[in-house]
């Protein structure tokens, strides 16, 4: 009995080997497995930084000849908020750009602007801010920041004390950055596409080519062929997750502070548990006019509505309560609480319990409904 489990779990390893080199054969799969993920990662890492340095498209039109005024206008210069036009010289010419939606709004310094009150003996001005219809926003929005920065100038000549204040206390405890949220959605759509489409390419075409009819006469075991996928897969698809980790952490200074045993572990758990919608779509399906339409009914809404490019929390309350059960929601979930959290692989219960579930539900279905033709 011990030599015939040795020989069928060496049969396993045989087409484990074939299906790993098939892989790494074909530069297709390579690049929709590898590169393509890649592809997206540098999209999104590049949004999620740049929309933490907001900044405003303006011109500064300075009509006063004052020294304060043109030491204001050099310290507006100097914030990162402000993005300035600086070949814009008239209201004219800012009232055009304005319109056709080249600037935000226009900072207007009058020409009374930073002169010396004879009374007080010190400057006094008023900052305009000039905004159309369609920049509501951004308009309201400067002038909010020109009011806080004005207040700082006032409190240096003018000694007024307030009777309510504000004060700001850093929690010791780290929160994401957007590039972190959005890495764990990333390997959520690295993980669906190797163990979804893979399974959906191949299948079908070793159907057309007959290949599969020919191995159901030898002594080959769907279990064992489902085995030898699981473990070709789960290679591929951590070659593909460690190269987006390697320029993740490089690339866009990615923190970790969980433990890389258990980020390995539930990722491995979570292409066998995904593969299994592979297996199941493409051991169905008996050509890829069938597989094609299928696999698109299930990946995309989990793309769209298991948070892999947008937080769920912006979700409808009912909405995230439904998506919780969707089979790649957990495998981002619980990623996203290994990678950022530092939780380990015993504290994330409710994401493992639903990703063992599933993974016993998609094999269930993958070995009812598998054809060998």
């Avoid at 069928?8 to 690049?31: C, M, P, S």
């Avoid at 000849?65 to 908020?81: A, C, D, G, P, Y």
């Avoid at 219809?133 to 004005?150: M, R, V, Y």
């Avoid at 959520?188 to 159901?216: A, C, D, M, T, Y």
Wanted: without cysteine; aromatic residues 14%; proline residues 4%.
């Amino acid at each position: 009995m011990y030599k015939d489990l040795k020989i069928k779990l060496f049969t396993v390893y045989v087409f484990t080997k074939i299906g790993t080199k098939r892989f790494f054969r074909d530069r297709l799969a390579i690049f929709f497995g590898v590169l393509f993920p890649l592809i997206f990662l540098f999209v999104f890492g590049e949004i999620a930084n740049g929309n933490s340095h907001v900044s405003f498209k303006v011109a500064i039109i300075n009509q006063s000849n004052s020294s304060f005024s043109k030491q204001f206008v050099t310290e507006l210069k100097s914030q990162k908020i402000y993005s300035i036009n600086s070949s814009i010289k008239t209201i004219e010419a800012a009232q055009a750009e304005m319109n056709k939606a080249q600037i935000d709004s226009t900072i207007l310094l009058p020409r009374n602007f930073g002169q010396v009150n004879p009374i007080s003996k010190i400057p006094e001005g008023q900052v305009k801010v000039l905004y159309t219809e369609n920049n509501q926003t951004a308009g309201q929005t400067i002038s909010t920041i020109l009011d806080a920065n004005l207040k700082s100038l006032n409190a240096k000549y003018v000694n007024i004390k307030t009777p309510f204040t504000v004060m700001t206390k850093q929690l010791n405890y780290s929160s994401l950055t957007p590039f972190d949220y959005t890495f764990s959605g990333l390997l959520g759509f690295s993980i669906i596409g190797i163990g979804i489409f893979g399974p959906i390419n191949v299948f079908p075409e070793l159907k057309k080519q007959g290949i599969l009819r020919r191995l159901h006469t030898t002594p080959l075991k769907v279990w064992q062929y489902f085995m030898a996928m699981m473990f070709s897969q789960a290679i591929i698809g951590i070659f593909s997750i460690a190269v987006q980790f390697a320029v993740a952490l490089t690339v866009f200074h990615l923190k970790i502070d969980g433990d890389f045993l258990s980020i390995l572990t539930y990722t491995i758990l979570s292409i066998f548990m995904i593969l299994g919608i592979g297996l199941a779509i493409g051991g169905w399906a008996k050509n890829e006019r069938q597989a094609a339409p299928l696999s698109n009914i299930v990946v995309f809404p989990m793309l769209f509505l298991s948070g892999t490019f947008f937080p769920r929390f912006d979700m409808p309350v009912w909405l995230q309560s439904v998506t919780t059960y969707l089979p790649l929601t957990p495998v981002i979930d619980g990623l996203r609480l290994l990678t950022t959290s530092g939780k380990t692989l015993f504290q994330i219960g409710p994401q493992l319990g639903l990703v063992l579930a599933w993974l016993v539900i998609v094999y269930f279905i993958a070995f009812r409904v598998f054809k060998w033709e």
